[in-house]
């Protein structure tokens, strides 16, 4: 056999993308390759073939590779040179399969820190020694899972970071910290989607992508991932994971979100489906799915028609039938229109007065009630413990396993319960928040409705849509919109506007009025 005809390669690897790009563990291991080639008297490597991928897995591209080159040269003499037998794997069964492809391809295997045979003898010590490493491999796995259930334990999130939060070190720990802006985008879509001002997931995803903060991949935000930001208990400052027996407890991050309006979202989210959202909404026709003809009820939608040497937009209703089918409507005389209706809702300042002392009042009542409330919800919390208890002993006492999973079901359920009903008494413990910074912005809205339409934002617009009607808007191309139904803040203001004029003189009647119109 000539030293000539002979190939020789190199085949490295490391466990991880991280791994290739941090430490020098690649570097090392081909530089112990080709110095063992040419201390045997090798040519000059070949190739170098590279996998980042675990020990215990047969998924190798580089391997693959390598098997490729090996079939094409099999009239020469080729030689596969690893720096360590842990290198080629970390499992019996694979280390066997991975060895067999090799010599199935006419080629031998190499390592400058043992001697490959096929005697008995080396073939024991080989087999120990892909033994041993298998047990390494699954030690440090066990090791790694009990670090990492212990510190899910301690409240510790150590996977990867939700959008929104990042992994940094806060006091000689490794927890979860806000990252902005992306935090404040995701508090305001998973806000927007518990109190419905984002009606479906849909919304969401369309309010995010309007967002140029917010991290997307190929250059959209994707519909699961959605999915995934509502569902996760971390915005609330709990974390669990069932996958490791870990049960929903309180975490060391900062929450985005209450657990109350956590478990407001997973109600919607398993509640009736939602219609999606239409995906062709856009800021050129605010209203369109919103308003309905006046004189056939169906919706008017809104499209644009081409001329010269531009498109001209325009409303239409869609109803089949109706003496105004597909008649184009002026764009610009049904939102004129539409803005003098929600400046005609636009209270007098001195009823915003007589509301905001109205709304004060019912404040500091609630702020002198907390002990009560709070005491209260002790009295709901030991009651959640009692029935906690009794599902406990219940499993204690059965080897059925269909009663097992209900009762451990129904126990997770008591176990959220207590959580959010505990969250209430800690904030029911505190005094309320200041009036003025809490409700100036509710005033501001209720006393001007119409500057938030003027800023043109989408999302703003629909807002409006919905916080000042309770019904669709009829339209009629002649006499304009009909009476509208607006929702109930703007009714109170409505009666408070009618009544007025017996109000003013009668001193001390806003306690009496309060209860007819049951603000709360």
Not at 93 to 119: N, Y
Request: some cysteine; charged content about 30%.
């Amino acid at each position: 056999m000539q030293k000539e005809s002979i190939i020789a390669l190199g085949y490295r690897r490391v466990s991880g993308a991280k791994q290739v790009k941090e430490g020098d563990g690649l570097g090392s291991q081909e530089a112990r390759i080709r110095e063992f080639a040419e201390r045997r008297g090798y040519p000059p490597l070949s190739a170098m073939f590279t996998d980042d991928e675990s020990g215990g897995s047969e998924n190798r591209p580089g391997f693959r590779e390598m098997l490729a080159f090996l079939k094409k040269n099999r009239a020469h003499t080729c030689v596969v040179i690893i720096d360590d037998i842990t290198r080629l794997a970390r499992g019996v069964t694979v280390h066997h399969k991975l060895r067999a492809a090799i010599a199935a391809t006419g080629a031998r295997l190499e390592c400058p820190s043992f001697e490959f045979g096929e005697s008995s003898d080396e073939q024991l010590v080989e087999n120990l020694l892909a033994s041993v490493s298998q047990h390494h491999r699954q030690k440090n796995g066990e090791q790694v899972y009990n670090r990492m259930r212990g510190r899910l334990l301690n409240g510790y999130w150590c996977f990867h970071a939700p959008p929104g939060y990042t992994h940094a070190r806060v006091s000689g720990q490794t927890i979860l910290v806000k990252k902005e802006p992306v935090a404040s985008i995701v508090e305001e879509a998973l806000e927007g989607y518990a109190n419905g001002r984002l009606q479906s997931q849909a919304e969401v995803q369309r309010f995010l992508e309007a967002c140029p903060d917010f991290p997307r991949y190929s250059g959209r935000v994707k519909f699961d991932r959605v999915t995934t930001m509502l569902k996760c208990v971390l915005y609330s400052g709990y974390l669990e994971y069932p996958k490791w027996d870990v049960s929903l407890r309180k975490a060391h991050h900062e929450p985005l979100i209450s657990f109350e309006t956590y478990q407001r979202i997973q109600s919607r989210l398993n509640g009736a489906a939602k219609t999606p959202a239409r995906a062709d909404i856009s800021e050129h026709f605010p209203l369109r799915g919103f308003i309905r003809c006046a004189k056939c009820g169906k919706s008017i939608s809104g499209s644009f028609s081409r001329g010269r040497p531009k498109e001209y937009p325009y409303y239409f209703c869609i109803g089949k039938g109706c003496q105004i089918y597909r008649k184009s409507l002026s764009k610009q005389a049904v939102e004129t229109r539409f803005d003098d209706l929600l400046r005609s809702l636009e209270p007098t300042s001195d009823l915003i007065e007589l509301a905001e002392t109205t709304f004060r009042d019912i404040w500091q009542q609630r702020a002198a009630s907390s002990k009560e409330r709070k005491a209260a919800l002790q009295r709901v919390l030991g009651n959640i413990e009692r029935s906690i208890n009794q599902i406990i002993d219940r499993i204690a006492a059965t080897s059925d396993q269909g009663l097992i999973a209900v009762y451990e079901k129904r126990l997770s359920e008591l176990q959220r319960d207590k959580v959010a009903q505990a969250e209430k008494a800690e904030t029911a413990a505190n005094s309320l928040p200041d009036f003025d910074d809490t409700l100036r912005t509710a005033l501001q809205f209720l006393s001007s409705p119409w500057k938030l339409w003027d800023t043109g934002r989408l999302e703003d617009r629909r807002a409006v849509l919905k916080l000042v009607f309770s019904k669709h808007l009829h339209y009629d191309e002649d006499e304009g919109f009909r009476t509208a139904e607006t929702t109930l803040p703007f009714k109170v203001l409505a009666t408070l506007r009618d009544e007025v004029g017996n109000l003013v003189p009668l001193a001390g009647i806003e306690p009496a009025l309060l209860a007819e119109l049951d603000f709360e």
